[in-house]
């Protein structure tokens, strides 16, 4: 069994889009969000779309059926499903939030192979209408984190998970993003993990603004293939077996085996 943890983002990393703006875009509620986009908070404008949606007589139905035309790389495909088959406990650690997220890995059928997928959590009210909830309500329990927003600082869940992982002898941390929210966890890694920032996107830029501050070793990477072939050789270097790296392949065609369903985590406490 491998000792390491993968931890994802997913906008922008497993998916090459944002799922915000793929449901805006694609439900035809961008002008108001070009109208909206300066006055509200991210969350709270994602908030009032969803009640656009609504208005439009939209239904949670028809907001999965828009998600599940993603697109998504079979590279990073094979990458989750070599990384899980070499023993690595994979997370999903997103701004996005539950619905979408769900939605779009049981599309790929993924989501059995994380442990956990932390984000915003969703529901739909007793209208019918879909609505996003903060992961760290700054009002009751605010994080006072001044790197990341109000509603969510991926520092503390990274803590979290690499206390949780060092209880199970996992001891090397791979940390896979993209923006700026990806900075604050990125500074809490050790120096024996791993972080894989995006080239040019703004978790890189931010790093390389000063990398003396990340204790980390830094893999960037460009797109599917990259990430593939970085994050197998990273496993398989950590594991101390490299020939893994050649020989681990999947037939992205067939469909994956019947496992327990992965958690998705509805309420949080830190």
């Known amino acids: 069994?491998?000792?390491?943890?993968?931890?994802?983002?997913?906008?922008?990393?497993?998916?090459?889009?944002d799922s915000d703006r793929w449901v805006i875009t694609n439900m035809g509620v961008t002008?108001?969000?070009?109208?909206?986009?300066?006055?509200?908070?991210?969350?709270?404008?994602m908030n009032r779309m969803m009640e656009e949606l609504h208005i439009q007589g939209k239904t949670i139905e028809d907001i999965g059926d828009c998600l599940k035309q993603m697109p998504l790389h079979p590279k990073i495909i094979s990458a989750i499903k070599s990384a899980h088959s070499m023993g690595c406990e994979l997370w999903i650690v997103s701004d996005a939030n539950q619905f979408y997220i769900k939605t779009i890995l049981e599309?790929?059928?993924?989501?059995?192979?994380?442990?956990?997928?932390?984000?915003?959590?969703?529901?739909?009210?007793?209208?019918g209408?879909?609505?996003?909830?903060?992961?760290?309500?700054?009002?009751?329990?605010?994080?006072g984190c001044n790197l990341c927003p109000p509603h969510m600082c991926k520092g503390l869940i990274l803590e979290r998970i690499q206390?949780?992982?060092?209880?199970?002898?996992?001891s090397t941390?791979?940390?896979?993003?993209?923006?700026?929210?990806?900075?604050?966890?990125?500074?809490?890694?050790?120096?024996?993990?791993?972080?894989?920032?995006?080239?040019?996107?703004?978790?890189?830029?931010?790093?390389?603004?000063?990398?003396?501050?990340?204790?980390?070793?830094?893999?960037?990477?460009?797109?599917?293939?990259?990430?593939?072939?970085?994050l197998i050789h990273l496993i398989s270097t950590v594991g101390g077996n490299p020939s893994l790296c050649a020989s681990t392949e999947f037939d992205l065609t067939s469909k994956v085996q019947s496992k327990p369903a992965a958690t998705i985590e509805l309420c949080h406490s830190l």
């Open 1 to 17: 069994m491998s000792k390491i943890v993968v931890i994802f983002d997913f906008d922008r990393t497993i998916i090459d889009e």
């Open 31 to 45: 002008p108001l969000f070009n109208q909206l986009y300066s006055t509200l908070p991210w969350n709270s404008l």
């Open 107 to 127: 599309q790929y059928h993924l989501l059995e192979f994380f442990k956990e997928v932390t984000t915003n959590p969703t529901f739909v009210d007793d209208e």
């Open 129 to 143: 209408r879909f609505r996003i909830m903060p992961y760290h309500d700054s009002k009751l329990l605010p994080h």
């Open 163 to 170: 206390t949780s992982a060092e209880e199970n002898g996992k």
């Open 173 to 230: 941390t791979i940390y896979i993003g993209d923006g700026g929210g990806d900075y604050c966890p990125s500074l809490k890694l050790r120096g024996n993990d791993h972080v894989m920032p995006r080239k040019n996107f703004p978790l890189w830029k931010r790093i390389n603004s000063d990398p003396s501050l990340v204790k980390a070793s830094v893999n960037d990477w460009s797109n599917g293939e990259e990430l593939e072939s970085t």
